[in-house]
């Protein structure tokens, strides 16, 4: 786990900041603090669809349906998978004005915290289904509570720069203003697949989860007391 601190202070001594028209504010400093820290993924997300095209809209369905249901079944079979089926979508093709066709397609999308489990199944079902898409990222309750952690390390770090700006400039005491705090988590950008011959062999995806960085900003003005 990698944590990274940077510190932006920006004194605004050179001139005054309004509060409104008939009030004067002086002494005031902005502060910035940055509290970051890299995590592993614990979690695995698979997209994967059917997308055929076929003359007959009944023929369309019929081929969707069954292979949709196959792989449903199949998926089943994974413990530790969760499971959703995306919306069924069909599309009139033309040519020159004139319907020639139907294109229809479903997606599903898996997600388990065992990633060579969903590697393997996903490998399987390549047999039908296309991949779409392979995401790894945190769970919620995980984000959540490192977020919470940083928010805490944040605002300790603040509190540490506003006294030092109090004790450097020779002020009595200060007061906060203003503190806003913005978080954010930045991911590896999914894994975009297309099927292809070689993937005739249901042999297991080759994945690496990576890590999730995720960043909580304290940022605020304090007034100096003298």
Request: without cysteine.
């Amino acid at each position: 786990m990698k944590k990274g601190l940077l510190i932006l202070l920006m004194l605004g001594l050179a001139a005054p900041l309004w509060a409104n028209d008939d009030e004067d504010h002086y002494d005031r400093v902005t502060l910035s603090v940055e509290r970051a820290m890299e995590v592993e993924n614990e979690l695995m997300q698979a997209t994967l669809a059917i997308e055929i095209e076929r003359s007959d809209p009944a023929e369309l369905a019929d081929e969707i349906n069954r292979t949709m249901a196959a792989a449903l079944q199949r998926a089943k079979m994974a413990s530790g998978v969760t499971i959703e089926s995306g919306p069924y979508r069909t599309y009139p093709v033309s040519k020159k004005s004139r319907l020639v066709a139907w294109r229809g397609s479903q997606s599903l999308m898996l997600e388990s915290r065992d990633e060579s489990l969903l590697a393997t199944l996903v490998g399987e079902l390549q047999q039908s289904l296309v991949v779409k898409s392979i995401n790894f990222t945190l769970l919620d309750e995980t984000r959540r509570g490192y977020e919470d952690q940083l928010i805490t390390e944040a605002l300790a770090a603040f509190s540490k720069r506003a006294e030092l700006v109090q004790q450097s400039l020779g002020a009595s005491g200060y007061r906060i203003v203003q503190i806003n705090l913005n978080n954010q988590s930045n991911a590896p950008r999914p894994m975009a697949m297309r099927r292809s011959s070689m993937m005739a062999e249901a042999a297991p995806v080759a994945v690496e989860p990576g890590s999730s960085r995720i960043t909580v900003h304290a940022s605020g003005v304090i007034e100096l007391q003298r």
